[in-house]
């Protein structure tokens, strides 16, 4: 019989992730955000090839961030809303976590797989976070899709891309639900 893991099942059935425009700090410190990799580094990673690593933002870095959104807004044609849109979530930004897939096309892999690695790197990063007592959010954006937006505000080479942008630090108020998915609805059984 299954050991059942009720508080981590219970965290899960109740995880809210926390907008990362109303976070503040304090943030973790190296340590404790070392931990929170480690256990996002758990992740399945079919053929251990470790298709992913993180970059860790702090301080100054966001001002330099947001320039760069600026510039890739410009490059790119956007309106000024659009580009205005996304600095209030690095505006008071004091930490967070880019996850950055960089598939081996040589690999027996898929690369959908190693993408998929990826994205469960994000997800894991992101309740590590929440499980260990701070709000995180798993964000991304038009400009993270931008090579030259990728390589200036990053320093990623052609090959990688951002999968998410990880913001972590304290809530300034305990976010409230929103609607879930109807698991019915969107369930099928297929028993042969």
């Known amino acids: 019989m299954p050991v059942r893991n009720q508080a981590a099942l219970d965290f899960l059935l109740t995880r809210r992730s926390v907008p990362a425009k109303t976070m503040t700090g304090p943030v973790p410190d190296k340590s404790e955000l070392e931990v929170i990799l480690t256990a996002a580094a758990r992740s399945p990673d079919h053929g251990k090839l470790v298709p992913w690593r993180f970059v860790v933002l702090q301080g100054k870095a966001f001002e330099r961030i947001i320039e760069e959104i600026k510039r890739a807004g410009v490059r790119q044609n ?21 996850v950055v897939e960089k598939v081996d096309t040589e690999a027996s892999i898929p690369v959908v797989e190693q993408v998929y690695s990826a994205g469960a790197v994000c997800m894991a990063l992101t309740n590590a976070a929440l499980a260990s007592g701070w709000g995180a959010n798993w964000l991304s954006g038009w400009f993270s899709h931008d090579a030259t937006f990728r390589k200036d505000a990053f320093g990623l080479d052609e090959n990688e891309r951002v999968v998410g942008i990880v913001h972590i630090g304290t809530p300034k108020s305990e976010p409230s639900d929103r609607p879930r998915p109807d698991v019915a609805a969107i369930t099928s059984w297929v028993n042969e």
């Open 78 to 98: 956007r309106s000024d809303d659009e580009i205005a849109k996304p600095l209030p979530h690095y505006n008071n930004a004091q930490l967070a976590v880019v």
